[in-house]
């Protein structure tokens, strides 16, 4: 068990030893939250709401490509304009 102090502006130092098993380093964020009593730190990662739209559609096969250059990424889209078109979908 490893004893930390907590400082005269709350502040807390993670021990090196902690750090190392979780893999934090400098920088990183961390979401902290009482649970039955105790304070925990979970590592979290934040994702701008734009990339994490971007990888679900990754995730949900939402995707074109890859084009071999940028006259087949023309092409692949007026084609899938033309598909909406005929569904009734927007076009534009």
Known sequence: ???VTVKNKY?????QNLREQVGI???DLLE???ERGRITFTPKSLVDRGI????????QGR???????A????ASMKKELRKRA???GRAA
Request: net charge positive.
């Open 11 to 15: 502040q807390v130092v993670l021990p």
């Open 86 to 88: 005929r569904k009734g």
């Open 71 to 74: 006259r087949e990424a023309v």
């Open 52 to 59: 994490a739209e971007s990888l679900d559609d990754f995730r």
């Open 63 to 69: 995707t074109y490509g890859p084009f071999a250059g």
């Open 32 to 34: 902290a939250k009482v």
């Open 25 to 27: 380093q400098v920088g």
């Open 1 to 3: 068990m490893t004893i």
